[in-house]
């Protein structure tokens, strides 16, 4: 039987300041990590972002284009009036299926990608 009397308390108070030296080594590790995936996500949602402005301006100008070129061939058949009315209501319609659409073509899409960014964990766990 060991008796407890006898051991060193200085021995014990260096186990403790070494728990304590690692707990406090893990706890950075973990603040690091973090860092890390939050800079990772950010770059991410940034870049996402940056794509889809420049998308967004270049299919802009492109239906722009298409839009002017539609408008002088109905002129060829129809009167301008009649032509741009057309072209009009075809765009009014596109707007209102957009909008009546919004659900499944912009919000869904949009909080899947957040939330898969967000709160995709199970890759930044640590495998043991």
């Known amino acids: 039987m060991l008796n407890t009397s006898t051991q060193d308390p200085g021995a014990e108070n260096g186990k403790f300041q070494a728990l304590k030296s690692s707990f406090r080594r893990l706890i950075s590790l973990y603040i690091e990590s973090a860092?890390?995936?939050?800079?990772?996500?950010?770059?991410?949602?940034?870049?996402?972002?940056?794509l889809f402005m420049i998308a967004f301006i270049l299919v802009t100008i492109a239906i722009a284009f298409g839009a002017v070129a539609l408008l002088q061939l109905l002129e060829l058949a129809l009167s301008p009036i009649a032509a741009a009315a057309i072209l009009a209501g075809f765009f009014f319609l596109l707007a209102a299926v957009i909008c009546l659409l919004r659900k499944p073509l912009i919000i869904n899409p949009t909080a899947r990608f957040m939330s898969k960014l967000i709160m995709d964990i199970g890759k930044d766990r640590i495998k043991y």
């Open 35 to 50: 860092k890390l995936t939050a800079a990772e996500k950010l770059t991410l949602l940034l870049s996402a972002a940056v």
